[in-house]
């Protein structure tokens, strides 16, 4: 017998996976039943509850009577909940998604009796590099991890520090990660033997002396009646993973150190097919999450009436809920992508709604006519709009200045001319809607009535006057007011609003101030803005030349191979056959400047159906892609603004193959050894090689949230993207699609164990329109270059119509809150209590500052929960706030 063991009996609870929540759900309400008499029956017996909230919250739901029994083992020490709400993808969710994850659970446990004081992320498939300093700024002194750690920690605890620094204990999950104990109790006769193997497998990684850690518990697993005497029996102690994690000194001299992320394959599959599979969920969440961080907070804070805090709390709720491990990965079954997905589509329309009231409120001081434009970053922004107008007239800012625009199409005039029973006709209008618009006018000439209608319209209508003059009419027609579609140059002030509207033409009037760089238009495959010059080749993919004379090649090819993996783990076929060359190519015009120029580039592809034989052998990997081919045709409209250094694409194509990746790739104009990756508050800087040594093939495919820079040329992104780096360093390849059919298969060329059951997933194989928005941004400098080209292209300015009197006076444009600084990020402005809370980060290897300006006297420090710090000096509106590299920093503003 030993005392060197403590066991901490748990359990790993997947929400959702390969069930949908609902039916797990009816399961974790039967096992929570089950520790909560166990607990109470046994008052020796110590249970953790995994780490997240949304365990105790599911199960409350169901057993809301249960919440007392609950708490009293929380605040008794024997049951530890929390910190996380959930057990989230670290890498497949925003920075601030993981911030408000962690606030959420922290505080909900607080009220149960307080949270488990260790950052506990058992199961990720890898960790980000600024999670140290997360969990630091939320007042949590250890980490505790399985998945990722590199071959060069050989210990069970090691410091793991931040890009900034900040260190913390981390408790590491060697031998069997979070069931590493799992089987210590199996068969009753064998106790003391399975301890002693345990024991000595273990002292490999902790050393001679100190308690060994045994986590006794698996997937959904409920705990062992009688467990208490059994591990008194082997001389061990029970407690919960608080117990044994803070027993030791947060101290970090000493340890192992690992600086930044955890993505190595040398203890444990990492799994990073998921950043891949289900493109379509990833889209749907980085819109979700943009909307609600950078649309809907921030203007609620700055220009709302009362705060809309329930609609943002059920936006952030649906948010951390789909950032879930199992859940915006899309590992799990098809019902289960489907919940989540619906999640994700509720969080983007509440931040819709909210940023839709902000800006109607606004929207009524602009008169009718003009149309109200909106800032959503902090730095003042001088960009093209498209714009939706009535008439011809031109266009005015606030100044009365007149505004650069460029006409893009008209709306159709006549929209009905057909010979009909005016009593029909009739039948059509509702109050003064007809055909989507609102009746200005009508009148009757000989046979024909003549509908005039409107966007808006103030003239009352009657119709009883109208029956009274349909005496030999046989024909009616519905005329709209001239509309257009414009492309116009409008300066917006940091995180504030300004407008435009349509006056008379005047001959004499100063003519608008057209951009430093326009865009001209060859005529035939050629777009030029002064900063970048783009040539569709002859092979359908783009040359892209710099304002610095940087340039690369062939930028935008299409290759699609096959893929016979899963939802986890990218799989070729052994004989692989990949696609490269168009069958055709076209190229069209759309529209050619001086603010706007784009080309549509349609390239016929004949792609493999499917991988061969594998919709009838799933257990055997497939030797080749079928013979059988579909035609393809993909879509890339390729367009060029007025002031940008980067070109937008938009490919677009119907997916009709199963079993196959399809890559965008782009040649770099410098061989590179290493790329440049924005996420979760961090750029991390990575090799052409993954780290081997579990099993799984090392495949250096990497996750970029915001963008990827390497050679000389940025890919702007609009939601997480997996890219690597090929040819030695010299392509750089962006995946646009994973189209696969099982959830995980037993047998997959590059992963020699399943990850989970063998589930079919048809829905995986994403058939249907896919489309993908990027950016290529060529340089000729360091990867801080692409920060305010990446702010500019995921943050269009927002336009609503005013919606104020004809008459009423052009407000003045009106700024909200200004941050700049090298490096320096915004993140999140919300509302607390009496002040507005402001968080950015310092994506700068250097120190630098953040200037606040906008309305406050008084700032303070607060840490991640807003719990409120040191004051802050304010001088004539100003902060200055010093940042060190790679710092995240919270601070509230209030007058």
């Known amino acids: 017998m030993t005392t060197e063991i403590v066991v901490v009996p748990h359990t790993h609870w997947d929400r959702e996976w390969y069930e949908p929540f609902q039916r797990f759900r009816l399961r974790l309400v039967a096992l929570l039943d089950e520790v909560l008499d166990t607990m109470e029956r046994e008052p020796r017996y110590h249970f953790t509850l995994d780490g997240q909230l949304a365990c105790v919250d599911d199960y409350l739901e169901v057993r809301p009577e249960n919440r007392d029994r609950v708490a009293a083992l929380v605040e008794s020490g024997r049951l530890a909940v929390g910190p996380w709400q959930i057990l989230l993808d670290e890498f497949l969710c925003s920075g601030e998604n993981i911030v408000r994850n962690l606030e959420l659970g922290m505080d909900r446990a607080d009220k149960l009796g307080g949270a488990m004081p260790v950052g506990y992320l058992p199961d990720m498939f890898g960790h980000t590099a600024q999670m140290p300093q997360i969990l630091r700024l939320a007042g949590l002194l250890h980490a505790c991890v399985y998945r990722g750690v590199p071959s060069s920690v050989v210990t069970d605890a090691f410091a793991w520090a931040a890009p900034d620094g900040t260190a913390i204990r981390t408790q590491y999950l060697p031998a069997g990660g979070y069931g590493n104990g799992a089987h210590l109790f199996e068969d009753a006769g064998r106790l003391a033997e399975r301890a002693e193997t345990f024991t000595r497998t273990m002292r490999e990684w902790h050393g001679p002396d100190g308690p060994l850690l045994a986590m006794y518990g698996t997937d959904h697993s409920a705990p062992v009646r009688g467990l208490p005497e059994m591990v008194a029996g082997l001389g061990a102690r029970m407690d919960t993973l608080t117990g044994y994690v803070t027993a030791h000194s947060a101290d970090v001299d000493g340890l192992p150190r690992v600086t930044g992320e955890l993505r190595s394959h040398a203890r444990a599959n990492i799994l990073p097919g998921v950043i891949s599979v289900r493109a379509h969920v990833k889209q749907a969440m980085g819109r979700a999450e943009r909307m609600v961080e950078r649309y809907a907070e921030p203007l609620a804070t700055l220009w709302g009436a009362d705060w809309p805090g329930r609609f943002l709390d059920m936006a952030w709720w649906r948010l951390v809920d789909a950032s879930g491990h199992d859940s915006v990965t899309g590992c799990g079954v098809d019902d289960t992508a489907q919940q989540v997905a619906a999640r994700i589509a509720e969080a983007e329309q509440l931040g819709q709604a909210v940023r839709d009231m902000v800006t109607a409120r606004l929207a009524a001081a602009v008169p009718s006519g003009g149309m109200l434009v909106v800032n959503p ?60 618009q609102h009746i200005t006018s009508w009148a009757v000439q000989g ?169 009838f052998t799933p257990e055997l990997p497939a030797k080749s892609r079928t013979a059988e081919m579909e035609r393809i045709v993909v879509d890339t409209r390729v367009e060029l603004r007025a002031g940008e250094p980067f070109v937008r694409l938009r490919v677009a194509f119907d997916n009709r193959c199963v079993d196959h990746r399809v890559r965008l790739h782009v040649p770099l104009p ?34 970029a949230s915001s963008w990827v820079a390497a050679g000389g040329v940025a890919a702007l992104l609009e939601h997480v993207t997996e890219y690597e780096l090929v040819e030695g360093g010299s392509e750089l390849a962006l995946t646009l699609l994973r189209s696969v059919g099982y959830l995980s298969r037993n047998r997959n060329a590059l992963r020699p164990e ?74 999140s402005l919300r509302s607390r209590d009496e002040w507005r809370e402001l968080r950015v980060v310092a994506l700068t290897p250097t120190a630098t500052e953040a200037l606040v300006e906008g309305g406050f006297t008084q700032a303070r420090r607060a840490d991640l929960r807003g719990r409120p710090g040191d004051p802050l000096q304010v001088e004539d509106g100003i902060l200055r706030l010093p940042l060190r590299p790679w710092e995240i920093a919270t601070v509230q503003l209030t007058t």
């Open 754 to 827: 399943p990850a989970g059951p063998q589930l079919p997933t048809p829905a995986a194989q994403s058939r249907g329109l896919r489309s993908v928005n990027l950016a290529l941004m060529p340089y000729d400098g360091t990867w801080q270059d692409v920060l305010p080209a990446a702010e500019t292209f995921r943050h269009d300015l927002v336009v609503t119509p005013g919606t104020g009197a004809a008459g009423l006076a052009q407000p003045d444009p009106a700024p909200g809150l200004s941050v700049t600084g090298d490096g320096v990020v915004m993140t």
């Open 377 to 436: 970053t902090p730095a003042t922004r001088r960009s093209v709009v498209i714009l939706d107008v009535a008439g011809t007239d031109p266009l005015v800012d606030p100044s009365g200045a007149r505004v650069a625009t460029q006409p893009l199409e008209h709306a159709p005039i006549l929209l009905l001319d057909e010979r009909m029973d005016p009593a029909t006709a009739l039948t059509f209008i509702h109050g003064t809607e007809l055909y989507g």
């Open 670 to 703: 410098a061989k590179a050894s290493v790329s440049h990756a924005e996420g979760q508050f961090a750029v991390v800087t990575r090799g052409l090689t993954a780290e081997a040594g579990c099993g799984e093939t090392p495949l250096p495919t990497f996750p």
């Open 447 to 615: 046979e024909t009535l003549t509908f005039t209608v409107a966007r808006e319209s103030t003239v009352p209508f009657n119709v009883a006057e109208l029956r009274g003059a349909l005496d030999g009419v046989s024909r009616v027609r519905i005329e709209a007011e001239p509309r257009r579609t414009v492309a116009a140059l409008v300066e917006a002030p940091p995180l504030g609003h300004t407008s435009v509207r349509p006056v008379p033409f005047d001959a004499a009037a100063e003519a608008p101030e057209m951009p430093e760089s326009p865009v001209t238009f060859d005529g035939g495959r050629v777009l030029d803005n002064g900063l970048l010059r783009v040539e569709v080749a002859l092979d359908g993919t783009l040359t892209l030349t710099g304002a610095d004379g940087t340039t690369l090649t062939g930028a935008g090819r299409i290759v699609d191979g096959g893929d016979v993996g899963d939802t986890y783990n990218y799989a070729p076929p052994v004989n692989d056959l990949f696609i490269t060359l168009p069958e055709a190519i076209e190229v069209e015009p759309v529209c050619s400047g001086p603010l706007v120029a784009a080309l549509d580039v349609r390239r016929t592809y004949r792609w493999p159906a499917a991988g061969d034989g594998v919709e």
